[in-house]
């Protein structure tokens, strides 16, 4: 016991702890005198924390929550997009004393964290990728999430350069406004550099299928597309899919490079930390929730992968000015005029769209140029 | 969308979808016929989705500690044993229903993979090699639909090995009299127990295998949505198959080739009702199932020990 204590991992644990005076107790009373005088986060994954994906992203930022003083962090791994994600959040509330909740899922939100919020009023609720909106729900909700559609249209640039086909895979999970922004932002992406680039879809039904994945990256390379990119939880599948056939590939979420040397051109990831640590310090220090919370490249919440070998110079190029005009925050991905893939104006001549406003964030078409139906 | 004419985009989708079963298939067949072998002994086993998903992970462990896939696809058969071996241990005990040791061994298989499986999500381990059937045309879309790997031939040779010994060896004969008449067989003085066991860890042993083409082939990686139910379908497969061996390798080339429809449909421009596309595996399973569910009717070819077949 004594020589255990001394041990690497029970230091750790009583650094997460913090609790300095603690040296002499036993590990229960650290447990609960930690539990009363720090900040207990509670965080949600709808897959494992280390998918090479989306719940990877959010996990890397979770860590650098651990490190903060004064919060402690109980986590979740696996939890559906069902009632089950209620009896979750009830048991971070009422056991670990949790009052800071991170539900990381998009369909977490409506109605699993809407109605514990009106249930724990005391509880902070913030939701990845959710729209909140004032009025309708309850201060103690917030949302947040990256507009990593700007990171898509680096990606589709970088694919439309090396494209010979000009023919372009996207392997989608659902049409889910997100997931329709970062078709669309792709397709347009690519467009800038020919206007004649296509981008095929394959929605798959779920977040994470990897033998429809895989038959999905199949099916696109047979019909002659050379690059692919996806958004789907874990894009493993279909990276490595695309490498041992010898196509190209973009991320998604975090950077998959490692597992495609060769074909990996760009990704578009996430960086998280930064709202989740402006979420956790504005509950530290007993400020309002923050309800809504957007960013981009500007804001350090998406960043590109770096390039990879197969990426000419002049694509290079090209992308680094329009990201170099993302950052300036003047560069409209959705401007009129927009048609979408049945030939409706979705977005009128001279009207453009800033990457702020709500109205993209209920996305529910496909631009022309997408080959695919919602 | 229509830049093909209507019978190209015919060819290429037949094309895809011959693809896709050939692919695809392959765990579908190794279940499917590991659950054949013990059930045609009278037993059910419904955990074989558990040990699909435990013989994908231990697979994959095996061939990333050791570099040899093979090596792999053994240590998952192994694995697929062993809980054989547990399911015909635990049925052979008094009043114990197999049904509900199967299901309890799903959830036990597919929680200890899960449980096991969690550093192995990140490593890329070696895969199996593939075998180019297709060399010999320019089109790149027959190659790659023509590119299987070695596990697909040799189950379909044991679906045939299984369709001759079923009828005409002497193991078989006893496996089948054990199955549809124990009273009988222990008359015969065979054991009844002991062959039961050993069908079941026969049966968990080809299950571990599909479970390693899955990880270490197609898709080719570890992670906790790598099955999805292909392990139940399977054992639904052989009911529809009326446990017939050689109806068994049909029925999983057809599984193969309605999991490809959702993808190759989408991919040739017809995207309408995809979400209907995406579940034909499943209404498949359920039109068969209702199929050759047909009240009234006596069941052709149902070993007569079952439990479901006993009243």
Request: aromatic residues 8%; hydrophobic residues 45%.
């Amino acid at each position: 016991m004594a020589q255990t204590r001394f041990s690497a991992g029970r230091r750790d644990i009583l650094r997460i702890l913090g609790t300095g005076a603690a040296a002499s107790a036993l590990p229960f009373g650290i447990g609960l005198a930690g539990a009363a005088d720090k900040l207990v986060v509670g965080v949600i994954y709808v897959g494992p924390r280390d998918d090479f994906g989306y719940n990877q992203a959010q996990a890397q930022a979770v860590a650098a929550l651990k490190k903060m003083p004064g919060v402690k962090v109980v986590e979740e791994e696996k939890v559906p997009e069902t009632v089950a994600v209620q009896k979750t959040m009830e048991a971070m509330i009422n056991q670990d004393k949790a009052s800071l909740i991170f539900a990381t899922s998009f369909g977490y939100f409506d109605p699993h964290v809407l109605k514990m919020a009106e249930k724990y009023p005391n509880v902070r609720f913030a939701h990845c990728g959710g729209l909140w909106t004032a009025g309708k729900h309850p201060k103690n909700v917030g949302s947040f999430f990256g507009y990593i559609d700007e990171c898509q249209y680096l990606d589709g640039i970088a694919a439309a350069s090396v494209s010979k086909s000009k023919k372009l895979g996207f392997i989608a999970a659902k049409p889910i406004p997100q997931v329709l922004r970062n078709i669309n932002a792709f397709l347009l992406g690519a467009r800038s550099v020919d206007p004649k680039a296509t981008v095929k879809v394959i929605f798959t039904g779920d977040w994470s299928l990897p033998v429809k994945e895989a038959e999905a990256a199949n099916s696109l390379i047979d019909q002659g597309v050379d690059v692919l990119t996806c958004h789907v939880d874990s894009p493993k599948v279909i990276v490595e899919t695309a490498e041992r056939r010898g196509v190209y590939s973009c991320g998604y979420h975090a950077s998959q490079a490692k597992l495609a040397p060769k074909g990996y051109l760009t990704g578009a990831e996430w960086d998280w930390q930064t709202p989740y640590t402006q979420i956790v310090k504005a509950t530290l220090d007993g400020k309002p929730m923050v309800n809504f919370l957007r960013g981009g490249l500007k804001d350090g919440f998406v960043k590109p992968s770096p390039f990879g070998p197969a990426v000419s110079a002049e694509a290079k190029k090209k992308s680094e000015a329009v990201k170099a005009a993302m950052l300036k925050g003047d560069f409209p991905i959705f401007k009129g005029p927009l048609l979408d893939n049945t030939g409706k104006t979705v977005v009128a001549a001279g009207k453009v769209l800033g990457q702020q406003d709500p109205l993209l964030e209920s996305m529910n078409y496909l631009v022309d140029g997408v080959i695919g139906q919602v | 969308m229509s830049e093909t004419t209507d019978g190209l985009a015919f060819g290429s989708l037949a094309l895809a979808l011959l693809g896709g079963a050939l692919r695809v298939s392959t765990p579908f067949l190794f279940v499917s016929l590991g659950e054949c072998i013990t059930e045609k002994s009278g037993r059910i086993n419904l955990g074989l989705e558990g040990t699909l998903v435990l013989g994908a992970m231990g697979g994959y462990g095996v061939s990333l500690l050791t570099g040899s896939p093979w090596l792999g696809v053994l240590a998952a058969g192994l694995c697929g044993v062993l809980m054989g071996l547990l399911h015909g241990g635990l049925c052979s005990l008094p009043k114990v229903n197999d049904i509900a040791v199967g299901i309890a061994l799903m959830l036990f298989g597919t929680g200890l993979a899960f449980f096991l499986g969690k550093p192995l999500i990140q490593p890329q381990a070696p895969m199996l090699p593939s075998v180019e059937l297709g060399a010999w045309s320019d089109d790149e879309q027959i190659r790659s639909a023509l590119r299987i790997n070695v596990l697909l031939p040799v189950g379909l040779a044991l679906a045939g090995l299984l369709h001759w010994a079923f009828r005409a060896s002497r193991w078989g004969l006893a496996l089948r009299l054990v199955g549809d008449n124990a009273a009988a067989a222990r008359a015969l003085g065979y054991p009844v127990v002991p062959i039961r066991i050993g069908a079941t860890a026969a049966g968990g042993f080809l299950a571990g295998v599909g479970g390693a083409f899955l990880s270490l082939y197609y898709p080719g990686s570890w992670n906790e949505g790598l099955s999805s139910g292909q392990g139940l379908m399977a054992v639904a497969l052989v009911i529809f198959a009326r446990w017939s061996p050689l109806r068994c390798a049909l029925a999983a080339l057809l599984f193969g080739a309605a999991g490809a429809l959702g993808p190759a449909l989408q991919s040739q421009g017809i995207t309408a009702g995809y979400y209907l596309f995406n579940a034909a595996p499943y209404v498949l399973t359920l039109a068969l199932m209702a199929a050759s569910w047909t009240p009234g009717q006596t069941l052709a070819g149902a070993p007569g020990e079952l439990s479901f077949t006993q009243r």
